[in-house]
């Protein structure tokens, strides 16, 4: 978050100045980054109420709720943005944004920590009732859950990188809960082909892989290729220790969203090879530190939730630097705690709150699934005599 901080304030007078010649808005010098200091100070207290107010059971009893809560303001917004209404915040032809005044409000955001939540409840009572794999008691509610959430992301918000991150989580977590492998590769190859569907009968997304096939080909530039390949300009004039802080070429208005889905490319030319090293590294650590966190878990529906969130800071991490590096399609992806956003930052600030509770009753040794399954549930009271990892 204080990366994040650093470059909004290096870049954010360049983004206000961007917009208001091309778009007649009034943002003052230091607006963007005064929201993102207050997103930063609103996420610091949302991961603070996960880590040391809230106990995790509590979250884990209103798990359904708290779903049917997330489906239900993704289709209120879906409604809202049919209807016309003010109230559905549009850009690009999508509405992705409830318009709250001086604030939006991203309803996706929150879905995937309702989902991560949801899934690790859910899967834990599936595998003690004896029905993981079983297509009445297990598959059918599942897919429908999982289905209607990519639905209203996918289709109905036209948010296919969303839509990733939540594929991620619904995998890595089935992964844990023990699902059988046969079952498991026939429902991935079932949403990949589906996901390459949704690819080929979408025209917006369409030129966007035919604009990353002309990159990889050296074709000549274009409209469709001219943001990726500043993306990448940006990262090779940052070189080894990069342009310093406040000498971005790129922020002043010739790299798309800037301070957003772009900001790993504007931290390459600020900080070169060297601090984007240095920022994988740190993500690195983050992502392996969850890992033990799981290893170390005894309940399995608190290992599934760790496992939820990791698979949904990586599939941001991974998808946000592939893309701005032409390893993949540009899509609309956030880097987690970095860009500029606070909706974003919020719930998975939180999301990583839960993780850092329940790392305060983990084992030093791993605990493997057959341990946790012949040991039953534990208690409260059981966790809290563990001794801490560390």
Known sequence: MALGLIIIYAIGPMRANVLNNTYGTNYGTH???????????????AFFLAFKVIPYKYIQKYSKPIMITALALSVLLWVLALSGSSLAKCELGECRWYNLGPVSFQPAEFLKLALVIYLADFLTRKREEGVVGKWQEFWL????????SLFLVVIAQGDLGTGVAL????FGTLLVAGVPAKQYLIMLALVLVVAVGAVATSAHRMERVNAWLDTLQGAESSD???HIENAMLA???GGLTGV???????ATGYLPE??????FAIMGETFGFIGL???LVVFGALLLRMLKVADGTADMDRRILVIGVFSWTLAQVVVNIMAMTSLVPVTGITLPLLSYGGTSMLFIAFAIGCVCQISCYTSREVIKNEDISSRGRLGGSHHASRRRSS
């Open 258 to 263: 800037s301070i957003n889905d772009s900001v």
């Open 141 to 148: 509610p599942l897919l429908l859950v999982c289905g209607l």
């Open 224 to 226: 469709s290729t001219y």
């Open 167 to 170: 594929i991620s989580i619904i």
């Open 235 to 237: 990262i090779g004039v």
């Open 244 to 250: 310093g802080i406040g000498n971005s070429v790129q």
């Open 277 to 279: 090293l240095i920022i």
């Open 31 to 45: 607006d963007f980054f005064l929201g993102q200091l207050r997103s930063v100070l609103i996420s610091v207290a």
